[in-house]
């Protein structure tokens, strides 16, 4: 992390609400960035203390209500970790109260009225509002973008297709969506789901449900991306990039990234030519980390860089919704912004 953005945000007030594992990495983030942590909120004392003495903070600023902490502490920085069904109402209060930075956890709501609902009160009171999709901020990423985007040696992006496991649709097949986006410069238009019977059982609590299965978007130009996250696969995460002139697969859990593309002489023969000889690459990426790259959503934000903000949240939603809708209609091609999809219907991601 550079000075320049501890600069930026050393001493700025900063709250957390949600103190589970993704609270506690916010936390550390924040703290990375030398923020002052004047508020804590957590339904558990028991967590809340503990957190307290971990992080050295004082007794005073933690909270079990958090609406009684936003109005306490005035935050002008405020983190929101909680399950998805509670960031609505408490993105809407911190903007009420005037917080000037919202940086709120995925999913970003649990319908798209929310997702209006937030974006609109954040608009009206000045509020800057960042869903913490941070694949723009990680290598696995940004070194296979700029790799495409190297001249012709790999041409242009094809196809993406995810092995994703047992990961669940919200929890984490959202993050690509996002991905898809940072990627090809463009937003999903059309989604294909087909869910696996029954659903996940989700570690945040059973009232929380998610969905496994296969996924197929797509954008205007026709780029697609394919995601298998079976609940019939119990390992592995990755990702196979299909450009016109050779492959790039990262294998997101262990780092390793392999690059093949066809020798030069040989990138202006036909597609159907696909085994002519090609030079190999192997090489590591940084392994995945949550922390740096919260923190770099933090500077981009502070420095009026692109980051995830209200309207890369809300596409991941649209997405979300799409993808139930095109299954509840045995898989046909549904556009997310389509007047067909249910903008009132409340899902149970955590």
């Known amino acids: 992390m550079s000075n320049e953005g ?14 589970g594992r993704m609270g506690v990495r916010h936390l550390q983030a924040v ?6 942590v004047c508020g804590i909120a957590d339904v558990s004392e028991e967590v809340i203390a503990s957190v307290s003495k971990e992080y050295k903070l004082a007794d005073s600023i933690g909270f079990t209500d958090a609406n009684v902490m936003l109005k306490n502490v005035k935050p002008t920085a405020l983190v929101i970790a909680t399950t998805a069904p509670f960031h609505c109402d ?26 209006e609902r937030m974006r609109s009160s954040c608009d009206k009171a000045g509020s800057i509002l960042a869903i913490n999709h941070q694949m723009r901020f990680m290598p696995q990423y940004t070194q296979v ?14 196809s993406i297709i995810v092995a994703g ?38 570690p945040r609590g059973p009232q929380f449900e998610d ?17 298998d996250f079976s609940s019939n696969s119990g390992y592995g995460l990755q990702l196979v990039y299909i450009c016109r002139n050779g492959q790039i697969l990262v294998d997101e859990l262990t780092g390793d990234l392999r690059i093949s593309a066809r020798k030069a002489e040989f990138r ?48 991941a939603i649209a997405c979300l919704v799409a993808a139930h809708s095109s299954h509840e209609n045995g898989g046909t091609p549904v556009a997310i912004n389509s007047s067909a999809i249910s903008k009132d219907k409340k899902f149970n991601w955590a």
Not at 145 to 158: M, V
Not at 211 to 227: E, F, Q, V
Request: net charge negative; with cysteine; proline share 6%.
């Open 31 to 36: 703290t990375n960035l030398e923020m002052e």
């Open 6 to 19: 501890i600069k930026k945000t050393k001493g700025m007030r900063v709250a957390v609400i949600g103190l």
């Open 145 to 158: 973008k700029a790799l495409i985007q190297d001249g012709d040696r790999l041409g242009p992006l094809s």
């Open 268 to 315: 202006e023969l036909p597609t159907s030519r696909y085994g002519m000889p090609v030079d190999i690459i192997n090489t590591q990426i940084e392994p995945a980390d949550t922390v740096v790259p919260t923190v770099r959503v933090w500077n981009a934000l502070l420095d009026g860089q692109p980051f995830p903000d209200g309207e890369a949240g809300a596409h």
């Open 211 to 227: 969905r496994s299965g296969r996924l197929l978007a797509k954008n205007h130009l026709g780029t697609s991306m394919y995601i």
């Open 90 to 115: 408490y993105v809407c209060a911190a903007a009420e109260l005037g917080v000037k930075y919202i940086l709120c956890e995925k999913p970003m709501a649990v319908s798209l009225e929310e997702v």
């Open 165 to 202: 496991s047992n990961f669940g649709l919200a929890m984490n097949a959202s993050h690509y969506f996002e991905m898809f986006r940072y990627m090809t410069d463009t937003n999903v238009e059309t989604i294909q789901a087909w869910f696996e019977e029954g659903q996940l059982p989700n």
